[in-house]
């Protein structure tokens, strides 16, 4: 034994170090352990956000805090409603201005069209309006909505899955509103008993857009559902749609030629012009939004705004 080595000390010392690898190794475990389970989170993590990180923070949202109001039956036709009355406000304020104002005037649709329609015509088409949708459509959306018993999914769209999926829903509603108003104006029952109402309005303005029977709102309130649930679209998808589809229902029958107008900006869209030689010649132009149908079938005719230029 070499002089001043304590046995004792030495043997203590050597249990300290095997306690402190041993801690050591177990440390490294835990470590590895976790890093195991972060692992197995990336892929939800990574699978998140490919589906939308723009758009999965508001879709979270919506489904913690509002999720009530979305699977309600009574929200599709209470947003139609809401929203076509709120696209209208801007153009009865230019309905108001143009007894005043030449620029609001001159954006007027000439051809006949006349001056804008009064304050009262406003107040009794929302009373019609009104009273359909307490009473037709309101109800029966409902029905719809509990028979379909819609669920939240968990992952929000990518953008370009939205997009995709809004533009697919237009093209869709386009093509069945074809076919729908093309069969309303081809069978005279069909029109006398649906859609002659809607052509009480011989210059269209921005309210008119849903002053129908009640069979015709459901009809185009069906059209509009079914399109986006045939191609099984995310909710966020089909809201969009059913916005956007309001707002360009709203613009078509405004009777303004709006510089900022859609159909000024995107290819073989009609716009109000478009569909104002419909209510005047109502034997053309029956597609609602685009101009290809009426053009393969013959059924196209120059706006409102050619005749007058002519």
């Known amino acids: 034994m070499a002089p001043g080595r304590n046995p004792l000390f030495e043997l203590e010392l050597e249990q300290e170090l095997q306690e402190d690898e041993m801690r050591q190794r177990r440390t490294k475990d835990d470590v590895g352990d976790r890093d195991v389970d972060t692992a197995m989170n990336e892929p939800t993590a990574e699978l998140g956000?490919?589906?939308?990180?723009?758009?999965?923070?508001?879709?979270?949202?919506?489904?913690?805090g509002q999720q009530k109001i979305v699977l309600s039956p009574y929200l599709a036709a209470s947003c139609a409603f809401?929203?076509?009355?709120?696209?209208?406000?801007?153009?009865?304020?230019?309905?108001?201005?143009?007894?005043?104002?030449?620029?609001?005037?001159?954006?007027?649709?000439?051809?006949?069209s006349g001056p804008p329609p009064s304050l009262?015509?406003?107040?009794?088409?929302?009373?019609?309006?009104?009273?359909?949708?307490?009473?037709?459509?309101l109800p029966a959306a409902a029905i719809l909505q509990l028979l379909r018993s819609p669920n939240l999914p968990a992952?929000?769209?990518?953008?370009?899955?939205?997009?995709?999926?809004?533009?697919?829903?237009?093209?869709?509603?386009?093509?069945?509103?074809?076919?729908?108003?093309?069969?309303?104006?081809?069978?005279?029952?069909?029109?006398?008993?649906?859609?002659?109402?809607h052509h009480q309005h011989h210059v269209p303005f921005a309210l008119a857009a849903q002053d129908a029977s009640s069979a015709?709102?459901?009809?185009?309130?069906?059209?509009?559902?079914?399109?986006?649930w045939v191609l099984g679209c995310h909710p966020l998808?089909?809201?969009?749609?059913?916005?956007?589809?309001?707002?360009?229902?709203?613009?078509d029958h405004c009777g303004y030629n709006l510089p900022w107008a859609l159909h000024k900006l995107l290819p073989y869209m009609g716009g109000a012009p478009y569909h104002q030689t419909h209510h005047k010649k109502?034997?053309?132009?029956?597609?609602?939004?685009?101009?290809?149908?009426?053009?393969?079938?013959?059924?196209y005719c120059k706006s409102a705004l050619h005749f007058h230029s002519e």
């Open 155 to 197: 992952l929000a769209p990518s953008c370009w899955q939205l997009f995709v999926e809004v533009v697919a829903c237009f093209l869709l509603f386009d093509t069945l509103f074809f076919i729908w108003h093309y069969s309303m104006h081809r069978v005279p029952w069909l029109y006398r008993t649906i859609h002659q109402m």
């Open 49 to 64: 956000d490919a589906h939308g990180p723009l758009l999965q923070g508001l879709w979270e949202s919506v489904r913690a």
């Open 82 to 112: 809401l929203t076509h009355l709120a696209f209208c406000a801007p153009f009865l304020v230019l309905d108001a201005l143009g007894s005043v104002c030449q620029r609001v005037r001159s954006w007027r649709i000439a051809a006949g």
């Open 282 to 299: 109502q034997s053309t132009n029956f597609a609602p939004y685009f101009t290809h149908w009426d053009y393969l079938f013959g059924t």
């Open 216 to 228: 015709e709102l459901l009809s185009l309130l069906l059209l509009a559902l079914s399109s986006a």
């Open 120 to 137: 009262r015509r406003w107040f009794e088409c929302f009373c019609r309006i009104l009273f359909k949708y307490t009473t037709a459509v």
């Open 237 to 251: 998808s089909e809201t969009l749609f059913h916005f956007l589809n309001s707002w360009l229902a709203v613009e």
